[in-house]
């Protein structure tokens, strides 16, 4: 969920954690890059959880999300620069609008909203890859 405060920062709804997936959230939170695809990084108002944003509209990361519906053992993944991603069929198949893109196989979920100005979502998530990679370790590899 994504909100303009008045002249403030941007609000993302994050979740609150504790322990390894606090940790590995609050590195990532300080490996992600200044840019995503072409985009700037923005302020942002998580409430205390791990949120970060870049443009307008807003590219939207939050870490340390539930497990999405619909990742299951037969749930697609696509792999992007040692990254594995899962996204809703029903988005797919919506073919236009956002997409949701949450990480496969890491030891906490990073999902990733993309607006439809910036799809198709490769930049975006190839941008994320090299900080999702160092921060939130991989437990099983993406089949």
Same mark, same amino acid.
């Given at each position: ?5 008045? !002249? !403030? ?47 307008? %509209? ?9 497990? %999405?519906? !619909?990742?299951?053992? +037969? ?33 906490? +979920? ?7 100005? +910036?799809?198709? %979502? ?22």
């Amino acid at each position: 969920m994504l909100l303009t405060a008045c !002249g !403030g920062a941007l609000r993302v709804t994050a979740p609150h954690l504790h322990g390894a997936a606090a940790r590995a959230c609050a590195h990532l939170a300080s490996a992600l890059p200044s840019r995503v695809a072409d985009q700037e990084r923005r302020e942002v108002d998580a409430g205390g959880g791990h949120a970060a944003a870049w443009g307008d %509209p807003a590219i939207e990361l939050r870490c340390g999300v539930p497990r %999405p519906r !619909g990742l299951d053992a +037969y749930a697609a993944c696509e792999v992007v620069n040692g990254v594995g991603w899962f996204v809703p069929e029903a988005e797919l198949r919506r073919g236009a609008g956002p997409l949701t893109l949450t990480t496969i196989g890491r030891s906490t +979920y990073v999902q990733v909203r993309v607006p439809e100005d +910036y799809l198709p %979502p490769a930049a975006t998530l190839a941008d994320l890859a090299p900080a999702v990679r160092r921060s939130v370790p991989q437990v099983r590899p993406c089949a």
